[in-house]
């Protein structure tokens, strides 16, 4: 048997579960939610990462769909409602392969059932506007983790790709924690900054999660992981899930981006611009530079030492598939799932191991964080603090 049918045969026992996939954005951004326009139950591979029959031939089994919406929204909360508006529309027009999941056990039961448990992340904490009462109602609409921070800082965490303003969480974040502790939602520390990180290991008494980041030792980008906050994960009981964006994977590829962003601020554009004068400055660059090309290789890299500083049962997967415009070699979208287990198995990781990494620890730290929900929920009532009342100045 090749490297490639014991992966997938690994994979029909144990599917993957996917910390992070940007679809409902994608479908936000492209048609307005116009699901026929964008039908996932056919192939939609000249438009998205993502559709059920590559979902099906990746062997996914369970899916965090990312309900993100951009920080600078005028209304974050009425955007993130319209986003889980969209992955229950999904649900509704697609009962045979998607399951509705909340639990561990509704992701065991759509295993049983051969059906794609479908789950919800929230993906920065401006979509809770800095209301506990917000926070519990995403999570009654089905969130099962909020992301703490996205690109830019909140009023209470610091993201990893701002400039620090309070040093990680500041006493209302660090009440948010907790209250999403209690309520049995995870913690994931994707996006945030590394103080952050560690200020939210201090207070969380939940295993957390990290839905789509990797190691920042082996690609120095400050959305990774340092060694220090991998190594504990083992006492928290937390899972680090890898990511396959190439310019947080690959270090050519980090440093021709903050070239290639440097020569558009040098022709007096944003970096982000995409009108057609400055896509064109854009393409000349990468005509003279040609983008470096991770791969399949290289994601595993970045397992390996995942697993050194964690171990493996703190490791799991989250692609960012349709919330990133690059992807390596080999990991082209949503079906490529396989090619990178049997590169694993090429470097003598078992299929016990693999077992965890795709599914077994992911269910176990949702599960973890139901039992300590049904702890707090027993001797503590939901928090009505205010950030006005933690985090106002002395005095």
């Known amino acids: 048997m090749t490297s490639q049918e014991a992966a997938r045969e690994l994979l ?14 994608a479908l936000r951004a492209q048609v307005r ?137 500041t006493a209302f974040g660090r009440e948010v924690v907790r209250e999403m502790n209690r309520l049995g939602m995870l913690v994931d520390l994707s996006h945030v900054a590394a103080t952050t990180m560690r200020d939210a290991l201090d207070t969380s008494s939940a295993p957390v999660i990290f839905s789509h980041s990797s190691a920042r030792a082996v690609c120095d980008h400050p959305r990774n992981i340092p060694d220090d906050v991998l190594e504990r994960l083992p006492a928290n009981g937390g899972v680090a899930m890898v990511t396959f964006v190439p310019k947080f994977v690959l270090q050519a590829a980090v440093d021709w ?43 595993a890299d970045h397992l390996d030492h995942m697993r050194e500083a964690a171990g493996i049962d703190h490791l799991g997967i ?39 990494l795709t599914w077994k620890n992911a269910v176990r730290v949702l599960d973890a964080a139901e039992d300590v929900a049904r702890g707090l929920q027993a001797t503590r009532s939901p928090s009505n603090a205010t950030i006005e009342s933690l985090d106002a100045p002395a005095g």
């Open 318 to 356: 989250g692609g960012d598939y349709d919330g990133t415009a690059f992807t390596p070699d080999g990991l082209a979208d949503v079906s490529g799932y396989p090619n990178l287990l049997a590169e694993l198995l090429d470097r003598g990781w078992s299929k016990a191991d693999l077992a965890k």
């Open 257 to 299: 981006t903050a070239a290639a962003d440097e020569n558009m601020r040098a022709h007096g554009f944003h970096h982000l611009d995409t009108t057609a004068e400055a896509m064109k400055v854009h393409r000349a660059f990468e005509e003279r530079h040609p983008r470096p090309v991770a791969t399949v290789s290289t994601v």
């Open 33 to 169: 939610y116009d699901l026929d326009a964008r039908d996932i139950a056919a192939d939609q591979s000249a438009h998205l990462h993502t559709d059920i029959p590559r979902l099906r031939a990746g062997g996914v089994g369970a899916q965090y769909w990312s309900v993100y919406v951009r920080t600078d929204s005028p209304d974050p909360v009425a955007a993130t409602l319209e986003q889980i508006d969209c992955v229950r529309q999904l649900l509704t027009r697609h009962p045979e392969d998607l399951r509705p999941a909340l639990t561990a056990a509704d992701m065991e039961a759509a295993r049983g059932e051969g059906r794609i448990a479908s789950l919800m992340g929230a993906e920065g904490g401006h979509s809770i506007a800095n209301s506990l009462g917000t926070l519990r109602g995403l999570y009654g609409l089905g969130v099962r983790y909020l992301t703490l921070t996205h690109n830019d800082n909140v009023d209470w965490a610091d993201s990893a790709t701002d400039e620090p303003r309070a040093g990680g969480l």
């Open 12 to 25: 029909r026992e144990f599917p993957v579960v996917d910390g992070h996939n940007d679809l409902p954005w």
